[in-house]
């Protein structure tokens, strides 16, 4: 049997944390992580906050199909 887990949370909330514990535990398990969706951190662009606007439509490498 398989199964897809969906993990999603704050910043800090421990994601990461219990990927690598279910990486351990699980065989064969398999992770796609979200931030390997987004353009390097030197390609997005930094809003008038001065901060980087990762939640923009930009910051995505996936093309408009």
């Known amino acids: ?3 897809i887990i969906g993990i999603g949370g704050v ?3 421990g994601k ?3 990927t690598n514990r279910l990486i ?3 065989p064969n398990c398999c ?3 979200q931030d390997d969706f ?3 951190q030197d390609q997005i662009e930094v809003g008038e906050d001065g901060f980087k ?4 439509k930009s ?3 996936c093309r408009k199909q």
């Not at 606007?53 to 923009?56: A, F, L, V, Y």
């Open 11 to 13: 910043t800090n909330g």
């Open 53 to 56: 606007q990762w939640d923009g």
């Open 59 to 61: 910051s995505g490498r």
């Open 1 to 3: 049997m398989q199964y």
């Open 38 to 40: 987004y353009k390097p």
């Open 31 to 33: 992770v796609v992580h």
């Open 16 to 18: 990461t944390t219990l």
């Open 24 to 26: 351990k535990t699980l």
